[in-house]
Every structure is written in structure tokens, then in C-alpha cells.
T-cell receptor, first 112, second 113 residues
Framework: GENVEQHPSTLSVQEGDSAVIKCTYS??????FPWYKQELGKRPQLIID?????GEKKDQRIAVTLNKTAKHFSLHITETQPEDSAVYFC???????????FGTGTRLKVLA | DSGVTQTPKHLITATGQRVTLRCSPR?????VYWYQQSLDQGLQFLIQ???????AKGNILERFSAQQFPDLHSELNLSSLELGDSALYFC????????????FGPGTRLTVL
């Protein structure tokens, strides 16, 4: 069935280093891939997204890459800061339904 | 603030009881989605409504039901509550076809004792 795998489940980096989170989706019909950041006890917030007709998208320190052939996409955060510490979720959206299938989340800790 | 509102913020109840969670989408959004997030877990998709009609269903238990009203607000009804139903319940909304972005509400924290 529909599935999104996300790795790693936890990630610790030193402040200023880069962080990479990877997701793999199963349904080749998926055409929209958002990333959400969730701080403890708060709502998930959209931080960046990419559509299937684009290979890469960047917004300041955050970038997302998509490999449709391999059915995987990645979140890259450069120059990490303590406020980047949160849980990050990837998702894949099924074309025609707009239903999201979320990955299991990555807890990112940025060590000062 | 995403523009999506949810009430109540917190709900404490006992096993076997029934509760109703309410969600108001962003102005103009036609789709409403419900998610369950158990402690330190991911976001489990429950159900989606679009302009009053059920559009997609996830792993929603038979004890749970939802509806979207003509003014587009939505309610999630949870009955015969069990301890394992304790979780954060999020509502999200999105706009017209072609706009995939979902905006999440602040959530309702349900505690079943």
C-alpha cells in the first residue's frame, strides 16, 4: 500500500553543520512532497515543498531535492542553528486526492 | 497563525465516553483533513472532507466518525473511548484543486483516563 519511509529517526549535529533527512515513497503517482517542522506540543508547519516537475528547490538555508526515478526526496538544512531543533516530517501527496502520507518523523537536535 | 482553528485545546474524559472535536478551516478552504498523533509518534491520516463530502479515508476506527457542515467547519466524533485514543488530534485545511498545501490547526489534546 501507500508508504513513506523516513530516515534517520534521530539526528544530532553541531551548530553550523549541515543536516540531511531522506524519505522514500512507494506510489509513483505521488506528485507533491511537503516538509513540515513540528516543535514540541505545537502544530506542524510547512517549511518547504516540491512538485514532481522540479528536481530541486531552495529557500535560504533549506533545500529539497527530488529523484522521481528512485522515488526519494531529501531535506537539506545548512548552517544549522539551535532553533532548527524540532521534529521534521516528510509527506507524499497522492495525485487527485491531496491526501498526505507522512513519514515517521526525524527528531533533529542541534547542539550549541 | 495558520488561520485554522480547533476547539477545545484540551479535553480530559473517561473510558467509554464520547467527545466531539471541532475544526474551522482557513477562509475559502474547501478541504478539511483530520490526523491523529500519539505521543512521540507520526501523523496518522484519519479522514478528508471536501466541500461537505467525504473524499478520502485513512486508518480511521469505526468508533470514530466525522462530518463537514455547509459552513465548511468539521467535527470529529470519537466514541467508546479507550486509553489508547489519548493523542493530539490535528485538523488541517487546504484550498481549491491544484493547491496541495495543507495548513494545520493548533490541535486538540485528548486525554482518556
Amino acid at each position: 500500500g501507500e508508504n513513506v519511509e523516513q530516515h534517520p529517526s534521530t539526528l544530532s549535529v553541531q551548530e553550523g553543520d549541515s543536516a540531511v533527512i531522506k524519505c522514500t515513497y512507494s506510489d509513483s503517482a505521488s506528485n507533491y512532497f511537503p516538509w513540515y517542522k513540528q516543535e514540541l506540543g505545537k502544530r506542524p508547519q510547512l517549511i518547504i515543498d516540491i512538485r514532481s516537475n522540479v528536481g530541486e528547490k531552495k529557500d535560504q538555508r533549506i533545500a529539497v531535492t527530488l529523484n522521481k526515478t528512485a522515488k526519494h526526496f531529501s531535506l537539506h538544512i545548512t548552517e544549522t542553528q539551535p532553533e532548527d531543533s524540532a521534529v521534521y516530517f516528510c509527506a507524499a501527496s497522492l495525485a487527485g486526492t491531496y491526501k498526505y502520507i507522512f513519514g515517521t518523523g526525524t527528531r533533529l537536535k542541534v547542539l550549541a | 497563525d495558520s488561520g485554522v482553528t480547533q476547539t477545545p485545546k484540551h479535553l480530559i474524559t473517561a473510558t467509554g465516553q464520547r467527545v466531539t472535536l471541532r475544526c474551522s478551516p482557513r477562509s475559502g478552504d474547501l478541504s478539511v483533513y483530520w490526523y491523529q498523533q500519539s505521543l512521540d509518534q507520526g501523523l496518522q491520516f484519519l479522514i478528508q472532507y471536501y466541500n461537505g463530502e467525504e473524499r478520502a479515508k485513512g486508518n480511521i476506527l469505526e468508533r470514530f466518525s466525522a462530518q463537514q457542515f455547509p459552513d465548511l467547519h468539521s467535527e470529529l466524533n470519537l466514541s467508546s473511548l479507550e486509553l489508547g485514543d489519548s493523542a493530539l488530534y490535528f485538523c488541517a485545511s487546504s484550498g481549491l484543486a491544484g493547491k496541495n498545501e495543507q495548513f494545520f490547526g493548533p490541535g486538540t489534546r485528548l486525554t482518556v483516563l
